[in-house]
């Protein structure tokens, strides 16, 4: 009788195993969420490298390695903005710090 009990469970373990394996699968396929986005997004990095080494990479003060991309010359005019900007409030702050005027009352 006990033999008889365990072809039974044997079975029963042997239909639930495709089941339980095809959920397991289901459940560890990766799914993307935001990142799906942004791994999609095509690899321009050998372009950029052809950018940046056209006409070799010593090239000094002529062709700048910093200004050969299309929106570098944008962003170094911003930085060089930025900082003459804090530049100036620091001046500004020395200046008035200095000569004791505009002060909080």
């Known amino acids: ?9 044997n079975r029963m373990i042997r239909a639930a195993v495709p ?8 459940k560890e396929t990766q799914r993307r969420g935001i990142s799906g986005a942004l791994t999609a997004v095509p690899n321009k990095v050998k372009e950029s490298q052809a950018i940046q080494n056209a006409g070799g990479i010593c090239q000094g003060a002529d062709n700048p390695t910093y200004l050969k991309q299309k929106t570098d010359p944008l962003v170094a ?16 702050g020395f200046y008035h710090l200095a000569n004791g005027t505009n002060q909080l009352d």
């Open 19 to 26: 089941t339980l394996a095809r959920r397991v699968a289901q």
């Open 1 to 9: 009788p006990t033999n008889n009990k365990h072809k039974r469970y």
């Open 77 to 92: 005019w911003f930085g060089v903005g930025l900082c003459t900007f804090a530049i100036g409030q620091v001046t500004y």
